[in-house]
């Protein structure tokens, strides 16, 4: 089936506590965030369009208008949280997994900020790395629908379009495990050991993507199975809003449930794959022959290359050649 633990994954959160608190926090601010927004915007519309012979059909459009201004708000602090949060995270569980000790309490939630911090002295360059290893990944993944397409075999083009779709899917938890594999790496250079990462990924891909699809299966059935259980109380606090706007009761248990999700059970997955890229690339060497290929297919990937190479040049000492040209001075006779 899979080649990771999960009685691990769920130690690991376990003693990563205090970093799940700080998850809970903003990912239930963001869905708590949604709702007063949602609700708001409901009830604004709804008052508005009350009057005359609107009897308060705007109740729909003012939800949407309070949704989609929380969507925008989100969109711009994407990057911080995942600089504060996210890459934190999985800098500590990097540590759990090479057993190194941990502070507790607040002190580990700083001490994730600091790695962070001091491998990424900028939120923009962590989010620079972090779209680039995206995209790179894409280019990964769609090369089964290109095989797909290729082969003349009734019925495989749909089913690898399909296969390829849920692989996409997978691909959440994927660029945080090359994330980790910086912070284990030691290296100051996040361009060239992003880059070094998705080449292991490459070459090691089948494996990968199965236990990649085993966890976004197992994630999405529980977040269903918590959407189902919430569904019944979001109808009661949606029914306490003016207007018609009952629709939003499955946004709202969709919300939650992604809360849980992104809090909770993300991590697990995160660290299990995590297990997974580690034991399996132990003692490899990124394999040139995929170099060369990911650098032929990708221009994401070229640009992860230039960007390693320019980093380099960055900390390269500056030649002073001022004296390079002075015409040696003739030895004085006696």
Known sequence: MWDFSLS??????VQT??????RMLVYFGIALLYIVATGGGGAIGYGFSSFGDGEGAGAFYGALIGFGGASG??????EYILYLVKAGHIAVLTKIYDGEELPDGRGQVDYGVDIVKSNFKEASVLFGVDQLIKGVLKIITGTLNTIGTLIPIPGLRNLTKIIGSILTMSLTYVDEIILAHHFRSGSDNAWDSAKHGLVLYAQNYGKMAKNAVWLWLLMWILTILIFAFLLAPSLVIIRAIPGDIGGWAFVLSFLIAWSFKAALLEPIAIYALMETFFKTTEGQEPDPEWERKLESASGKFRELKDKATAFVSSKLPDQDTSNDTQTPEAPQQQ
């Open 8 to 13: 691990k994954a769920f130690s690991a959160m």
């Open 17 to 22: 506590a205090p970093y799940l608190i700080v």
């Open 73 to 78: 708000f989100l969109y711009w602090a994407r």
